[in-house]
């Protein structure tokens, strides 16, 4: 991967820089698209973007901006997604996503007229067809300073270096951080390639699950906790991943073989593929959708399997793949979608995925709700009014694997303290790994370093799970750390 110098980077500068850049180049492109580029706001906001970069210039060799699994990198340094730049981080991220990048490179060298062309052409490459043609165009402009890295040429095995926990690479989170993450890095480039060739490489799914898997057979539930990260921009692939890594965690509470884990891991990672076919207007309209749209939409199970069909040589795992793609609406009371005759019944991995990809998807920030629900309104939404809609059994295995009070819940204790579910206990559903937020006498933990609970002591008793807007703490930053 260019531009990664791991080992020579100065964390500190590259930290100061990081959101200064990320919030001047979304001000920049705003700019740009209003003004004329001899304008005196643009001019004068790519001076102060050319300082900043100028200023990491000085130590590094060049300046990567990337996009990885949901987070911005500077030289392989997460900017931190704080309440503050959140907006500036989702509209970046879609301004990447619409272009098909991964990154860009800003090397020595570069100056003002650079960018200023730079700018022109990234803002006319909008539509996917341009995109593929960016870094070409900016060859073609003799811009040599500033390179784009197409989000397919990254290479997840390097990113995840970059990505592994320097504080604790050796701890069991750690490696499910890793683990997590090359996952959510590698399905977003399956998907990516779907969408050219027509058909997901299930090959690649495998890949990607197998230590997932592994992690859970070992009985090691940090990653499960890794599926409440909710707040990010690109939650479709981690959407993806996190149905995957519930659904596995859920087949070994029923009993299924490692064989069989895997198989479910791989169906479950591509149950949403066949959304590649609908139109992105639809998919992320916050609207509600007309009737020929909520057609769409339904359509994906269907084209799911069309895009399973075109796998060469028909394997067991791609006819489970296929059956979850088609399956997975469909409610155990036969509610949901492609509606079918009486006597179809939902194949066992299907029931699985579909509670898991429920539970999810009603708890994810972008879901149509006005606020989302936490992972315990979630969990207390899938046993209550939701229940009819699913197999019970599968609904006791959700609940095995997330405990009652799921990672991304704070607690109350009955000592006082205000704690932040991280991961399940399997050993006591009810006393979950935790890091203490705010101590019985008021004062708060640093949310760097706060005290952990693994897992919560025995004579310690929920007492309250506070909503999230009686808590004024980023739980996203902590969930992520
Ligand atoms: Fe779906
Ligand atoms: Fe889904």
Redesign the pocket.
């Known amino acids: 991967m260019p531009g990664s110098h791991p080992q020579d980077m100065d964390n500190a500068l590259l930290l100061e820089i990081g959101a200064p850049l990320l919030v001047r180049f979304a001000a920049l492109l705003r700019t740009a698209r209003t003004h004329d580029v001899t304008n005196q706001a643009f001019q004068r906001q790519v001076q102060e973007l050319l300082g900043l970069i100028g200023r990491g210039l000085e130590e590094e060799q060049e300046i990567a901006l990337v996009a990885v699994a949901d987070y911005f990198y500077i030289n392989g340094v997460r900017i931190k997604a704080q309440a503050a730049l959140l907006s500036v981080y989702h509209a970046l991220m879609s301004e990447f996503e619409q272009r098909s990048l991964g990154g860009i490179r800003f090397l020595d060298g570069v100056n003002a007229a650079e960018f200023e062309r730079f700018i022109q052409l990234f803002l006319a490459a909008d539509d996917s067809g341009v995109s593929e043609r960016l870094a070409e165009a900016i060859k073609e402009a003799n811009i040599e300073h500033i390179v784009p890295v197409a989000a397919v040429e990254l290479e997840e095995d390097d990113l995840t270096r970059q990505l592994e926990d320097k504080k604790d690479p050796a701890t069991e989170r750690g490696r499910a951080k890793r683990v997590f993450w090359r996952a959510v890095l590698g399905t977003k480039k399956i998907v990516l390639r779907a969408k050219q060739t027509g058909r997901p490489d299930l090959r690649h799914a495998k890949r990607l699950v197998q230590p997932v898997v592994d992690s859970i057979l070992r009985h090691e539930y940090s990653i499960v906790g890794l599926t409440a990260l909710k707040d990010h921009d690109e939650y479709t692939y981690a959407?993806?991943v996190n149905?995957s890594v519930l659904s596995i965690s859920m087949g070994q509470v029923l009993g299924l073989s490692r064989q069989a884990l895997a198989d479910l891991g791989v169906a479950a990672l591509m149950?949403?593929v066949g959304k590649i076919a609908i139109p992105a207007e639809v998919l992320q309209k916050p609207a509600s959708l007309s009737p020929d749209e909520w057609g769409m939409i339904r359509r994906h199970p269907l084209e799911g399997v069309k895009m399973m069909i075109r796998m060469p040589g028909l394997s067991p795992l791609t006819l489970d793949s296929m059956r979850v793609c088609l399956e997975?609406h469909m409610n155990f009371d036969r509610t949901g979608y492609p509606e079918v005759k009486r006597e179809w019944g939902q194949a066992t991995l299907s029931r699985i995925v579909a509670v898991a990809?429920c539970f999810?998807?009603i708890t994810a920030h972008r879901a149509y709700h006005k606020r989302p629900r936490s992972s315990f309104e979630g969990l207390q939404h899938l046993m209550g009014p939701a229940r009819v809609q699913f197999d019970p059994a599968v609904l006791w295995a959700l609940v095995k694997t997330i405990g009652l009070y799921p990672a991304g819940s704070v607690l109350l204790t009955e000592s006082g303290h205000v704690v932040l579910s991280i991961s399940p206990n399997p050993e006591d559903l009810r006393r979950p790994n935790c890091r203490v937020l705010v101590r019985p006498d008021g004062t708060m933990e640093p949310e760097e370093s706060g005290e952990s609970w693994n897992p919560m002591p025995a004579d310690q008793k929920v007492v309250r799970v506070l909503r999230p807007e009686e808590t004024t703490v980023n739980t996203g930053e902590i969930l992520a750390a």
């Open positions: 959407h993806c149905v149950h949403d997975h990809d999810d998807a």
